[in-house]
Nanobody, 121 residues
Framework: QVQLAESGGGLVQAGGSLRLSCAAS????????MRWNRQAPGKQRELVAA???????NYADSVKGRFTISRDNAKNTVYLQMNSLKPEDTAVYYC???????????????WGRGTQVTVSS
């Protein structure tokens, strides 16, 4: 089994910062791309940022210059540093990862359960 667990969400004032973490655990052989997504109330889930195993990154236009994605391959963990937060960043943040389990021949995408981020004005 493979599990992803997010942490680090909470309530912050506009202009503040939060750092989210997502740790993958279980029978993992390798991890390719890791991503952060978010879903605000009444809206579709959207991709926020992604990072490949080699460290290449991409960001949604709405967070460029404010959010930074990084990863620690030794810990199977991805991070999202969020600065200059805005009320419109309020959402449940989910991580996902393309993982090859030890018992499989290929990669599958696994999701965490999400962590709430609330930015007050």
């Amino acid at each position: 089994q493979v599990q992803l667990a997010e942490s680090g969400g909470g309530l912050v004032q506009a202009g503040g910062s939060l750092r989210l973490s997502c740790a993958a655990s279980g029978s993992i052989l390798s991890i390719n791309t890791m991503r952060w997504n978010r879903q605000a109330p009444g809206k579709q889930r959207e991709l926020v940022a992604a990072i490949t195993s080699g460290g290449s990154t991409n960001y949604a236009d709405s967070v460029k210059g404010r959010f930074t994605i990084s990863r620690d391959n030794a810990k199977n963990t991805v991070y999202l540093q969020m600065n200059s937060l805005k009320p419109e960043d309020t959402a449940v943040y989910y991580c996902n990862a393309d993982v090859r389990p030890t018992y499989a021949l290929g990669y599958s995408r696994y999701w965490g359960r999400g962590t709430q981020v609330t930015v007050s004005s």
